[in-house]
């Protein structure tokens, strides 16, 4: 069974500094999708890393894949408070048309 | 509407209530799913349907029943329900299983009562 691990589950940051998030899997795995939830609220499409090395990026937020490592991060630069809200990673082994996700870390960012 | 949509946005229901909830997708997606995000517990899939046909009953208890009619509409009607289903519940729909990014739908907060 894929076990998705993300660590730490609740992250408080002070604004303008940086912070990584990471996300643990149990199986080879080669697609990893990243995903923002905000209270009450839908999930939004972060990230789609789809082979090792990748590396994408959109505004304050980096995310990679080591496939080999089986760990994606999700990195934060100089946190701003509309980033405040819970971030899940998911990752689809392709076997079972499932997407595994991980606990979700909620953060919080502080003036 | 674009995006994925889901009807009602809230719902309260006694546990002898029969009540529906609608997700509907307007992405031309072929695959769409049901989840389950109760507090403190990571997200569950229920349901998945590929072509409108289930693929995946993820040890769903029968008071739980989904109806896909076509690949832009997704049911799942509801029965004798227990307090402990109140969560919120989200449909998704990705372009097809084996390319699995899923687009969710704003979620529906059940409580029973």
């Known amino acids: 069974e894929l076990k998705v691990e993300q660590n730490p589950l609740f992250l408080s940051m002070q604004e303008g500094k940086n912070y990584t998030i990471y996300c643990n899997y149990s199986t080879t795995s080669d697609r990893l999708y990243w995903y923002r939830q905000d209270p009450g609220k839908s999930l939004e499409s972060l990230f789609v890393?789809?082979?090792?090395?990748a590396v994408k990026q959109e505004g304050r937020l980096m995310a990679s894949l080591d496939t080999k490592a089986r760990l994606s991060t999700l990195h934060i630069t100089a946190a701003v408070h509309d980033l405040s809200a819970t971030y899940f990673c998911a990752v689809d082994i392709r076997v079972d048309y499932k997407l595994s996700f991980g606990a979700g870390t909620t953060v919080t960012v502080r003036a | 509407e674009t995006g994925v949509t889901q009807t009602p946005r809230h719902l309260v229901m006694g546990m002898t209530n029969k009540k529906s909830l609608k997700c509907e997708q307007h992405l031309g997606h072929n695959a769409m799913y049901w989840y389950k995000q109760s507090a403190k517990k990571p997200l569950e899939l229920m349901f998945v349907?590929?072509?409108?046909?289930?693929?995946e009953n993820n040890s769903v208890p029968s008071r739980f029943s989904p109806e896909c009619p076509n690949s832009s509409h997704l049911f799942l009607h509801l029965h004798t329900l227990q307090p402990e289903d109140s969560a919120l519940y989200l449909c998704a729909s990705s372009q097809a299983v084996s390319y699995n990014e899923q687009f969710f739908g704003p979620g529906t907060r059940l409580t029973v009562l």
């Open positions: 890393l789809l082979s090792n090395g």
């Open positions: 349907y590929n072509f409108k046909e289930q693929t």
